[in-house]
């Protein structure tokens, strides 16, 4: 039975996608994607959508951002259709494809796309929302690729202590942005200050992401550069 199938490989797929598993997740919604496609137009028009957006967050995750876009790019005019321009999925979707725009070196489109976004955010789901928070983080973000770190700095303090409210003091999405805070920190020159704060999450990221995830990598690597700056 071809649904029972498809439902299988998205519930694997998300699965994945929430271990950090991205190879494995792309291999699931890509044989979902199959099944939808082989289907009569409409039949699973929603489980589409949902795959091929994870999988364009996967792709983001393995470096594989331009493809990414496409997909995305793809995807909104139907999300708007049906979600409406400014529902949770049309949302997400947006602010996905601003990660892949960044990724890819982009940064000052991703910014436009950001401050684009943000009002819309701050009204939708509140100006304190986990989603709005890291709206302005990946605004932040695009700051920082620009050599603009004074300003993300001043985004990234204001948000933190609302992350570790909203969030909680170890949740992922808080020790990402305490991390930019201390890459805004060491590339305004204050490679001490830098030092300190990634010593103090590092063991965190480790307790949380794993010692060999990404997430964990990440600070590592930036501790070994604060150190020898």
Aim: charged letters at 25%.
């Amino acid at each position: 039975d071809n649904d029972a199938r498809l439902f299988a490989l998205i519930g694997r797929g998300d699965a994945a996608l929430q271990l950090k598993r991205f190879r494995d997740a792309v291999t699931a919604y890509e044989a979902a994607i199959a099944i939808t496609t082989k289907t009569p137009k409409n039949q699973h028009e929603l489980d589409y959508l949902w795959v091929t957006e994870h999988l364009a967050v996967c792709l983001v995750q393995l470096t594989r951002a331009a493809e990414a876009e496409v997909m995305l790019r793809g995807l909104l005019p139907h999300l708007e259709r049906i979600d409406g321009s400014e529902g949770p999925e049309t949302l997400t979707a947006r602010n996905n494809l601003a990660i892949a725009i960044l990724n890819q070196g982009r940064a000052s489109e991703a910014e436009a796309m950001y401050l684009e976004l943000l009002p819309i955010r701050e009204r939708v789901d509140g100006p304190e929302a986990s989603q709005t928070l890291s709206t302005r983080h990946n605004l932040a973000r695009t700051l920082l690729d620009q050599g603009r770190a004074t300003e993300a700095e001043a985004i990234l303090r204001a948000i933190v202590p609302l992350c570790e409210r909203v969030d909680g003091p170890k949740a992922s999405s808080t020790l990402s942005t305490r991390s930019s805070l201390a890459v805004a920190i060491r590339d305004q020159g204050r490679a001490a200050e830098a030092e300190a704060m990634y010593r103090e999450l590092l063991p965190l990221h480790e307790g949380v992401d794993g010692i060999d995830a990404s997430a964990t990598l990440t600070p590592r690597h930036n501790l070994a550069r604060a150190i020898l700056d």
